[in-house]
């Protein structure tokens, strides 16, 4: 919840940096201090935590995932595939260019996100 509120104060990509290089299981009272170090209003993001929309956000991502059977982390959508584990660079990019192969296929003229 503390890192999607941090969106608000446009530090979602350091916060959730600075989360996941954590050791260790993480308490409100370490959530608030990796946040306090990199720059936000902690004040704040607690607010910022109540807002409704968080909490709807987070069901939504859990009823995605339950629909596309992902248990846990992490996981990959690539085309209508799920990979439920961490590929090797070699694999993983057996299936992306395998995956862009097939989007030629069904759109000649390239696709909307051909660019990524």
Same mark, same amino acid.
């Given at each position: ?16 940096? +600075? /989360?996941?290089?954590? @050791? ?6 370490? #959530? ?5 170090? !990199?720059?936000? &209003? ?11 929309a968080?909490?709807? +956000? /987070?069901?939504?991502? @859990? ?6 059977? #992902? ?5 990959? !959508?690539?085309? &209508?595939?799920v ?34």
């Amino acid at each position: 919840m503390a890192a999607l509120a941090s969106r608000k104060q446009g530090k979602y990509e350091p916060f959730h940096h +600075a /989360l996941m290089a954590a @050791r260790g299981r993480l308490s409100e009272f370490s #959530i608030l201090t990796i946040a306090r170090q !990199v720059g936000l &209003d902690v004040e704040q993001l607690k607010r910022d935590m109540d807002d409704p929309a968080i909490p709807n +956000a /987070l069901e939504r991502n @859990r009823a995605l995932a339950t629909k596309l059977y #992902i248990t846990g982390t992490p996981a990959l !959508v690539l085309g &209508d595939e799920v990979i439920a584990k961490v590929p090797e660079i070699p694999t993983l990019k057996r299936l992306i260019a395998k995956e862009r192969e097939k989007t030629k296929r069904y759109n000649p003229a390239g696709s909307p996100t051909s660019a990524f």
